[in-house]
């Protein structure tokens, strides 16, 4: 990756986990993570990847389409520096509650100036597929992109 290029690649699932775990190690300086374990969240337990003190690695289905707040998303951006985040898929419109999550989670990323690191499975235009939230959505894949560019929270897009 060329200094100062960030990206989201667009992958398989398969291929993602592999680039995630990578990218994690290389972060922390840690070995493969064991075991996936437990979060506290605002009391609320939330089953993760990994973590360190500063970076956090968890599912897109763990953050967003289980029952979350946009509180729980904001102690993630006071307590984290990085998120990194396996399988974010596209949201049809039955998928309107965790693209509405998804949505507050960027908010947070964004406005706190959050490293993101992800994979995703189509460009972020494109992530979202339902009419009910297509305008919130747009604002959220226009942050992303923002993030992956120079000004905002830094990020990584293809």
């Not at 070995?31 to 599912?59: F, K, T, Y």
């Not at 509180?71 to 898929?89: K, Q, R, S, V």
Request: hydrophobic share 40%; glycine share 6%.
């Amino acid at each position: 990756m060329a200094e100062g290029r960030h990206v989201y690649p667009v992958m398989a699932d398969t291929d993602a986990h592999a680039y995630i775990l990578q990218r994690y190690m290389t972060l922390t300086g840690l070995g493969s993570p064991g075991q996936a374990e437990n979060l506290s969240i605002n009391n609320r337990d939330i089953q993760i990847m990994a973590r360190n003190d500063r970076v956090l690695w968890a599912g897109f289905h763990e953050l967003c389409a289980t029952h979350r707040s946009s509180g729980d998303y904001l102690e993630i951006a006071e307590n984290f520096d990085t998120l990194l985040i396996t399988h974010i898929p596209v949201m049809k419109e039955a998928a309107d509650a965790a693209a509405q999550r998804f949505i507050h989670l960027i908010d947070a990323l964004y406005d706190n100036n959050i490293c993101l690191i992800t994979t995703i499975a189509v460009l972020p235009d494109k992530l979202y597929r339902g009419r009910r939230m297509r305008f919130s959505f747009k604002r959220a894949a226009s942050r992303l992109y923002d993030m992956a560019g120079s000004g905002g929270a830094k990020s990584e897009l293809l």
